[in-house]
């Protein structure tokens, strides 16, 4: 059963912000929005959660509405090697909970 | 570098052989994960370990066999595999159970013949 929902693809031109979204309109109050990517042929990679609060690190920043039902990850200046699928999932961050990756986006930057 | 290491990166293997996947994470964590992701597939958790006792199989066929000596090092043992089971295997740790910041490994390509 998914829990989020993202488009398959998209494209981004080098050097612009590249926004992802994600729908999560049945998270409950203690379940957290995680991104991951993953480059091609490597192990995905960790890049940033959220409860209901912006966030923000050096790699993205992300945003969730306040109905917490959907957020987008933003990269703010995309570069080739941020092509990869990236994975928007919905945990609570507690006992036997675990990370669900479904299918992600595909985002390929244009030269 | 993401301080998760695996080994072998790629390996072939025979219906009838009997080999072992190794993951090493030098990051003090007490959680490490195996986890399958075949082609055009999203990634599927097999076993959970913390602090060096499984605490999850998510009903993964007995010829794969994990082990856990130690909160640094983890192992899938594989033996009378399928053509099936050819998929990407990754292993990945965190602080704890339960704390969903993972660290992934590179991922062992295993191919069966």
């Known amino acids: 059963d998914a829990k989020t929902t993202q488009p398959p693809s998209m494209d981004c031109a080098e050097g612009r912000a590249a926004n992802l979204p994600c729908n999560h309109s049945?998270?409950?109050?203690?379940?957290?929005v995680y991104w991951y990517r993953q480059i091609h042929s490597q192990g995905p990679q960790y890049i940033i959660h959220?409860?209901?609060n912006n966030e923000t690190n050096e790699m993205a920043s992300l945003i969730i509405t306040e109905d917490r039902k959907s957020s987008t990850l933003i990269l703010p200046h995309a570069t080739l090697r941020d092509t990869a699928v990236y994975y928007c999932?919905?945990?609570?961050?507690?006992?036997?909970?675990?990370?669900?990756f479904g299918t992600g986006t595909r985002l390929t930057i244009i030269p | 570098e993401t301080g998760v290491t695996q080994t072998p990166r790629h390996l072939v293997m025979g219906m009838t052989n009997k080999k072992s996947l190794k993951c090493e994470q030098h990051l003090g964590h007490n959680a490490m994960y195996w986890y399958k992701q075949s082609a055009k597939k999203p990634l599927e958790l097999m076993f959970v370990y913390s602090l060096e006792e499984r605490v999850e199989n998510n009903s993964v066929p007995s010829r794969f066999s994990p082990e856990c000596p130690n909160s640094s090092h983890l192992f899938l043992h594989l033996h009378t595999l399928q053509p099936e089971d050819s998929a990407l295997y990754l292993c990945?740790?965190?602080?704890?159970?339960?704390?969903?910041?993972?660290?992934f490994g590179p991922g062992t390509r295993l191919t069966v013949l």
């Open positions: 999932i919905v945990t609570a961050n507690w006992g036997n909970e675990k990370l669900t």
């Open positions: 049945t998270i409950s109050g203690n379940e957290y």
């Open positions: 959220g409860l209901k």
């Open positions: 990945a740790s965190s602080q704890e159970e339960g704390v969903n910041e993972q660290f």
